[in-house]
């Protein structure tokens, strides 16, 4: 689950770690009193105000701007709030903006004495362990640094049994070159946003820019979270931070369904129980010449209710020429899943894209029957190979 900047600075100022303080608006008119509010609390004079959307590269798309003034900050939010921003990482669309924050300045006097750094919090898959990676160069893209100037990337992975250290916390800070109160300062902000991140049971956490203000204070001054799904049943009380709004309609129905969807950009419509068999399935779609338009794993019990709605999402995308349904028939028999496919395709109807089925394990042959004397546009295959050929011949 991805989470605003706000939401991700919230969280991480609940466990110590030092942010730019701000308020989030959804109106011109909040944004005003937002920013009359922080000046009294902080005493700033400028504000950042940041469009609040689920992806990067926000600068670069017209998505922060920095106000000068009160009626600066009403007339950025005016040209913000419902706006599409489009930046690296959106589609061409973009993303229609519904929040903006306001933000603190914290590029006070001293600017020069400043700094800015990368710092993210993730799991190294190779070693089995999380890892801090940061780098000197913060305030631009992570990739770029990585390609051109490698020496700059440093990484430290936490043992899992101890967690992060004193020790490497002192690390760190010595490899971005400070000392004094702003040493002491990132060795605890270091340790806060390791604690956080274990403790949210997040995915992902990065900061860029962490920065060093001139009065050698540590903060967090943008922040990109993401919290594993899989564990929010222990964090009910981050349910409500998730905002469907920026995820993608179809998947977002799909999810209420308890169907596994992630919508692609090819022609092929996947429906398949098992992730695995579903990546597989996928792969040889690609290979005999088709793309998938989606995954969709229907799970362990694909009943005629499942199935049915696996359609009915699978037909919303205008791309899909043909769909392959690919079963395992291990916990679930074929010949019911057989008898699905048959209910939803009538309680669907006219339904002009062809349909291949490939159901294989107990009661696999019943299945076949049941197709093949539906009298469907559905044509029943054995093989997998087959049913990527066939698929392939369809699409083109």
């Not at 946003?193 to 949210?200: F, G, I, R, V």
Request: glycine share 8%; proline share 3%.
């Amino acid at each position: 689950m991805n989470l605003h900047e706000y939401q991700g600075k919230e969280l991480l100022n609940s466990f110590g770690v030092n942010i730019q303080r701000g308020i989030v608006a959804s109106t011109p008119e909040e944004a005003v009193q937002a920013a009359k509010k922080l000046n009294l609390d902080t005493g700033t004079n400028w504000w950042v105000v940041k469009a609040q959307i689920h992806a990067g590269g926000r600068g670069k798309g017209g998505g922060v701007k920095l106000a000068k003034s009160i009626e600066e900050v009403k007339t950025i939010s005016e040209n913000i709030l419902g706006m599409y921003l489009v930046t690296p990482q959106t589609s061409k669309k973009g993303k229609l903006v519904n929040q903006v924050l306001i933000a603190e300045d914290v590029y006070y006097p001293g600017e020069d004495q400043t700094s800015e750094f990368y710092m993210s919090v993730l799991l190294n898959r190779s070693s089995g362990k999380n890892m801090i990676m940061y780098s000197p160069q913060g305030g631009m893209d992570i990739e770029k640094v990585a390609e051109e100037t490698p020496n700059l990337i440093f990484t430290q992975e936490i043992d899992p049994k101890i967690g992060i250290t004193d020790s490497q916390a002192e690390k760190i800070a010595l490899d971005l070159s400070l000392n004094g109160l702003a040493f002491n300062e990132m060795k605890i902000f270091v340790k806060s946003l390791c604690n956080a991140y274990e403790s949210l049971d997040a995915s992902l956490f990065e900061i860029n820019p962490v920065l060093k203000t001139s009065d050698n204070k540590i903060l967090a001054v943008d922040s990109k979270v993401t919290l594993d799904n899989n564990a929010l049943f222990r964090h009910k009380e981050l349910h409500h931070l998730r905002d469907r709004r920026e995820e993608d309609p179809t998947e977002v129905e799909a999810d209420e369904y308890g169907l596994n969807f992630i919508k692609l950009n090819g022609n092929v419509g996947c429906m398949v129980n098992g992730a695995g068999l579903a990546m597989a399935t996928m792969d040889i779609i690609k290979m005999a010449g088709g793309n998938p338009a989606n995954f969709l794993d229907v799970g362990g019990t694909a009943d005629a209710k499942r199935v049915e709605q696996a359609f009915r999402i699978i037909l919303k995308d205008n791309q899909v020429k043909v769909i392959l349904i690919n079963i395992f028939g291990g916990i679930v028999r074929c010949d019911r899943v057989a008898q699905g496919i048959i209910d939803a395709y009538n309680n669907i109807g006219d339904i002009k894209v062809p349909i291949i089925v490939r159901l294989e394990g107990t009661n696999s042959v019943e299945a076949k029957q049941l197709i093949d004397k539906s009298n469907l546009q559905v044509e029943s295959v054995i093989l997998l190979q087959e049913a990527a050929d066939k698929v392939a011949e369809l699409v083109k």
